[in-house]
Nanobody
Framework: QVQLVESGGGLLQAGGSLRLSCAGSGRTFGGSYSVGWFRQAPGKEREFVATTNWRGGDIEYSDSVKGRFTISRDNTKNMVYLQMNSLKPEDTAIYYC????????????????WGQGTQVTVSS
């Protein structure tokens, strides 16, 4: 069983940058697992942010973060990252990483492994 732990969240001002990390443990995280980042703002549904397949060759972003966020992974370390630049107040949310067997998906219900989330708060 793969377990996921997010880290790297925090409080910062608009325009700043953060890098979130997702650590996988248990059964190999690198083997054919697609990993996605989703986020949930207060009072809103969880929404797709970014996803990558295990080779890193199939990557998708939501329109709201495209050009500002970058997803990457290091399978030798069982890590997936989300580099977030030019942060906006509307990026404030709890960010979750999640995993599923390849291929990638932008649909929340397609994922069956979830972390506990990390809070990102962007002030104006």
């Amino acid at each position: 069983q793969v377990q996921l732990v997010e880290s790297g969240g925090g409080l910062l001002q608009a325009g700043g940058s953060l890098r979130l990390s997702c650590a996988g443990s248990g059964r190999t995280f690198g083997g054919s697992y697609s990993v996605g980042w989703f986020r949930q703002a207060p009072g809103k549904e969880r929404e797709f942010v970014a996803t990558t397949n295990w080779r890193g060759g199939d990557i998708e972003y939501s329109d709201s973060v495209k050009g500002r966020f970058t997803i990457s992974r290091d399978n030798t370390k069982n890590m997936v990252y989300l580099q977030m630049n030019s942060l906006k107040p509307e990026d404030t949310a709890i960010y979750y990483c999640d995993a599923r067997m390849d291929p990638v998906s932008t649909i929340e219900s397609d994922y069956d492994l979830w972390g506990q989330g990390t809070q990102v708060t962007v002030s104006s």
